[in-house]
């Protein structure tokens, strides 16, 4: 099982960004997937999760509104599109599943919001 997360960089408050997690080893479609994010010194805190039932979507409540997780299942990948920016979204972002009985996380990748 593999995670592997991509799309983070530097953009201005207000600006967007796609961030995708491609996973190999299991399908996306078959298991939850949840995007979380950490700050220096914070704990990992969960900011979007998709199921499987019909792929429902939960968001912490500081990121409703403005992020939305979804998923290609051909492609095996699963995205969070952030729009309206802010600095406090500065993050590491990580991907996460738990097929098979185990927790799996990506490498991360960085989102810098800042002016």
């Known amino acids: 099982v593999q995670l592997v997360e991509s799309g983070g960089g530097l953009v201005q408050p207000g600006g967007s960004l796609r961030l995708s997690c491609a996973a190999s080893?299991?399908?996306?479609?078959?298991?939850?997937v949840n995007w979380y994010r950490q700050v220096p010194g914070k704990e990992r805190e969960l900011v979007a999760t998709?199921?499987?039932?019909?792929?429902?979507?939960t968001y912490k409540d500081s990121v409703k509104g403005r992020f939305t997780i979804s998923r290609d299942g051909a492609k095996n990948t699963v995205y969070l599109r952030m729009n309206s920016l802010k600095p406090e979204d500065t993050a590491v972002y990580y991907c996460?599943?738990?097929?098979?009985?185990?927790?799996?996380w990506g490498q991360g990748t960085q989102v810098t919001v800042s002016s």
């Open positions: 996460n599943s738990r097929p098979y009985g185990r927790e799996y």
């Open positions: 998709i199921t499987t039932a019909g792929g429902s979507t």
């Open positions: 080893g299991f399908t996306v479609v078959g298991y939850a």
